[in-house]
């Protein structure tokens, strides 16, 4: 049976406030779907606390829960295996966000608002609470898509995206293998080289006070130069992908 919505969220060492995140988003589910057949998808990626097992035990409670384990593999790779959990499960719509508490739900009716106008659409921290390693790469990266793709997408990496399943069936089919580090990156430029308008929604971005920040700073350097070179390497391919993209979707009953 096909959702209306799911909802895709990695998970890393984050056993202090993953109930707490699974209550909220799930009461979304419920409040502003009422009778819809909706899902969360919790993907653990591999945590070595307890993030697990409290997933595992509260999922009789939460009966849109769904938990997906995997050996730990990064962020970028949870996020890939999620998406394409949801659009095995024939998700209408998906929704990403991430377990560290740092988004509010409230914002989500941002994003659905406008889904009729745009398959691929964009949340925007316009106040970030990170570590400082974490803006400097935000940066990096934001100058880079510019300078390698003539394109500029205010948060191009951010786990707050709305998109259309049959849309993001298309870009899993089209991103790089084997995955790059920042698989959401390649899906924003491939959206935006294909023409879509990805709105950049200005949402609230809260302090992260739990759990483990998956990049520290000594490896800044190393991030950016990989992601860079992925970029780099990718905008050659880019043409036929996005060429794929722009086929218009079959008409179904």
Known sequence: MSLMLSIVMPAYNEEEVIETVVKQWTDLLTRQFPGENTRLIVVNDGSKDKTGQILDEIKSRYPKLMVVHQPNGGHGNAVVNGYRQAVALDSEYVFQTDSDDQFV?????????????????LGYREERYDAFARLIITRILRWSITLIYGTHIMDSNIPFRLIRGSFLRKLLAQLPSPNPFAPNIFLAVMAKKAGFNTFDIPITHKERLTGTVSILKWKLLEVCFQSFKELAQFRFELAGKVKALRKPEPVTA
């Open 105 to 121: 739900t409230d914002d989500f009716a941002r994003l659905w608002a406008r889904r009729n106008d745009s398959p691929f659409i």
